[in-house]
């Protein structure tokens, strides 16, 4: 609850969760990914204040935490707070010149659920900042701002796709990034298009290694193909590093997951311009495969989740979705077979592991238009 009293103004900022499409771990790789807004996500009230602080709530969790804008450090490993003052952090650094604020965070995006939570929570903190702040950053320093956040302050070294998923996303358009370019473009997503987003029950913390350790695995084999980015790679390039003892082992089937993930990244963006939601379906369900096997981000609820919704009517594909090890699934389904469908697989996921999970159905989410 938002308490000073000694205030001048209340500003408001908000952001869309997201779910990816496609893409997975192919962002910090200069890679392809597709993303959407979701009808869930972060919303910031703040009161301008007369002195140099920052007071955070975060309403959904009763709590609180206070800092000087002159002496921004991270409030604990794993705090909810790290985000909104990396966030901080990074606009001074760019020159900013602030004052004074407190922030009440509210928030609809489940927290470990691979939507993420931490995304939608940076990018309405940095709205607010921007407008508190008299700032004139555009939506990509924005994505920048948020992903610094993660970096430095969260310790996750996440690419660019959920920041600017969540910055860019619009009512029933998906979002595709050239990670390189940084080219962003909306895709049209066919109004029948149903996104079905279904919780594992394991949360998922990036920050806790594997995350990190996948994008090293990356680096490690674009150093062995000659390349610096595996957005540079080719099936053959692997192959013939493969042959010569250059690439072997885990850098070896991460390698093949980005230069395949890129592939079906293209494949499904040119196939959502013609309307074919089948074809996309199909690519999801390679997708998720490519994960479980080459980059080996899944888990066995992951995998017993996405298989169960490709067996039920109306299922066009599912994957896992973010960065794995845990949280969601995604499924591609009808708008008119949507109901059924989330009752079954509540239905027959009960009888498996003698609890529903939490499901929830979206469109692609976002502004009606482009803040």
């Known amino acids: 609850m938002l ?8 500003i408001t900022g908000s952001a869309p969760g997201r779910a990816e499409w496609l893409g997975n771990h192919t962002d910090y790789n200069d890679g392809l990914v597709l993303g959407i807004g979701l009808d869930v996500g972060a919303t910031v009230r703040a009161r301008v204040c007369r002195d140099h602080l920052l007071r955070l709530h975060a309403a959904d969790l009763g709590e609180s935490h206070g800092c000087s804008l002159d002496n921004l450090q991270p409030a604990g490993e794993g705090s909810w707070a790290n985000y909104a003052i990396g966030v901080a952090a990074a606009f001074l650094s760019r020159g900013a010149k602030p004052c004074g604020l407190e922030l009440e965070i509210r928030s609809t995006v489940p927290m470990g659920a691979g939507l993420s939570s931490s995304a939608a929570l940076e990018c309405a903190t940095a709205r607010v900042f921007q407008q508190a702040w008299g700032t004139a950053f555009d939506d990509l320093e924005l994505a920048r701002i948020g992903q610094e956040a993660e970096h430095k302050f969260a310790g996750v070294r996440c ?3 959920d920041q600017v998923t969540s910055l860019f996303a619009t009512r029933d358009h998906a979002v595709f990034l050239d990670c390189r370019s940084l080219d962003v473009r909306r895709v049209p997503v066919p109004a029948d298009a149903r996104f079905v987003i ?3 029950g394991v949360k998922h ?9 996948r994008r090293s695995e990356c680096e490690q084999a674009a150093r062995a193909l000659g390349v610096s980015k595996l957005r540079d790679a080719s099936d053959a390039m692997i ?6 003892g250059r690439l072997s082992g885990a850098p070896q089937r991460r390698a093949s997951h980005v230069v395949g993930e890129n592939a079906r990244v293209a494949a499904a963006v040119a196939a959502l311009e013609q309307g074919d939601l089948v074809s996309v379906g199909k690519l999801m369900n390679q997708s998720h495969e490519s994960s479980r096997t080459l ?5 066995g609820e992951l995998d017993f989740l996405s298989g169960l919704a490709r067996e039920i009517p109306g299922c066009l594909g599912a994957r896992l979705t973010g960065g794995g090890f845990g949280g969601a699934i995604l499924a591609l389904v009808g708008r008119s077979q949507v ?4 009752e079954e697989l509540k239905t027959r996921v009960l009888a498996v592991w003698g609890r529903e999970p939490a499901v929830s159905v979206s469109s692609a989410g976002g502004p009606d238009q482009a803040i």
């Not at 192959?239 to 010569?244: L, M």
């Not at 980059?295 to 888990?299: A, L, Q």
């Not at 109901?339 to 989330?342: E, G, H, N, S």
């Open 3 to 10: 308490t000073d009293p000694d205030h001048e103004k209340e």
């Open 159 to 161: 690419g660019l796709l």
């Open 198 to 200: 279904v919780q594992s």
């Open 205 to 213: 913390a990036l920050s806790d290694g594997a995350y990190n350790a």
């Open 239 to 244: 192959a013939e590093a493969v042959n010569q």
């Open 295 to 299: 980059f080996e981000n899944s888990c």
């Open 339 to 342: 109901d059924a469908f989330v």
